[in-house]
């Protein structure tokens, strides 16, 4: 970007005023991109903090006539991994919501992965009517960031304070592998609703753990999604009986402190896929999850209100649905969204 553009445009830090949507309520005075408060780190494993320093499911809202915008920024980790292209591990996304239409457009962004990132959306109209949402990426950490528009163009934060959904799960509820961030299915779930997401997802340590259902406790949420069970494998030191105890233990802690707040429990989104020969493998993440069926089944006929499930049939992903088989592409995300928008349809708008 030459100097004479860059004399043309004046650029917005969304940590400067609070703008940063997408994470708990105790982070919104923090002046970085994470998604567990600081004094987290000494109570959560060690990749557990690096992975919440990732900025997945985050989000800024803006209201501008700009008809070309620009963001920059800055990570710190690498760009891409070997199943996840730089656009989905270390990109921004740029939808808008036409507010007279009532619907979601995507915007086209010319990149540049350089020492600092560049995003151009240019000529994409004047849209007053228009509220942007740019997503930030889901597998890296943003260093600094900051949106930019023409000096005679008008620019505002916007933000919607309402009951959160939480989603605590796993790499696929992080994000992978969605192609870029706005296509991770947790993003997608927040476009079909007014409620923010938050994402509490961690890469092979979603585990049901009391530090972060601690964390989810402080939100009065409109809902919880608890999505570990690709993480939590029967294995020579965790049996069934162990797994029902973790799981029964998890959903307990939040409807101890949130009587009534509707809670999501899903199997493994890849358990039992026709079509695949892994056999092994289907045996492993079919194992977990017939656990957290039947812990469902027992906590319902013990009387627990307000407790949902979300089977892998109900997902359906096939053999076209997953990049490596545990994690969905696009198309994958696509349905875990689809399975999720029915169950939250049936008590929020």
């Not at 402190?257 to 039992?272: C, G, K, M, N, R």
């Not at 056999?279 to 999850?289: D, L, P, Q, V």
Request: net charge positive; aromatic share 12%.
């Amino acid at each position: 970007m030459s100097v004479a553009i860059a004399q043309t445009k004046k650029y917005f830090n969304p940590l400067d005023q609070e703008a940063v949507q997408g994470r708990l309520q105790l982070l919104n005075t923090e002046k970085d991109y994470g998604r567990l408060p600081v004094d987290a780190k000494s109570k959560v494993r060690e990749p557990v903090w690096y992975l919440g320093t990732n900025s997945a499911g985050l989000y800024v809202e803006f209201e501008t006539n700009a008809d070309t915008i620009q963001v920059r920024y800055k990570v710190k980790g690498v760009l891409n991994m070997p199943h996840m292209p730089s656009i989905g591990v270390s990109g921004v996304d740029l939808y808008s919501f036409d507010k007279v239409a009532k619907e979601w457009q995507w915007a086209f962004g010319q990149y540049s992965f350089k020492d600092t990132i560049t995003y151009n959306f240019n000529n994409i109209g004047v849209n007053t009517n228009h509220t942007y949402r740019l997503y930030l990426p889901l597998y890296n950490s943003v260093e600094w960031l900051e949106i930019g528009v023409g000096n005679a163009k008008d620019f505002k934060f916007v933000k919607n304070n309402t009951k959160p959904i939480i989603v605590y799960g796993t790499s696929i509820a992080q994000g992978a592998c969605a192609t870029r961030p706005g296509l991770a299915w947790t993003n997608i779930v927040g476009r079909h609703f007014s409620n923010e997401i938050i994402n509490l997802a961690f890469s092979g340590n979603g585990r049901f753990e009391k530090p972060l259902l601690d964390l989810i406790n402080t939100e009065d949420a409109a809902a919880v999604i608890l999505d570990c069970i690709p993480n939590l494998a029967i294995t020579k030191d965790r049996s069934e009986v162990q797994l029902d105890s973790i799981i029964r233990s998890a959903v307990q802690s939040i409807r101890k402190l949130h009587t009534l707040v509707p809670i999501i429990l899903a199997e493994h989104s890849s358990a039992y896929t026709p079509g695949f020969q892994n056999i092994h493998t289907m045996e492993e993440y079919g194992r977990s999850s017939k656990v957290i069926f039947a812990t469902y089944k027992k906590l319902k006929k013990e009387g627990l209100q307000n407790l949902y499930f979300v089977s892998a049939k109900d997902f359906g992903l096939d053999i076209e649905s997953t990049v490596d088989y545990a994690h969905p592409n696009d198309l994958g995300m696509m349905k875990i969204a689809k399975a999720y928008n029915e169950v939250l349809r049936t008590f929020l708008k």
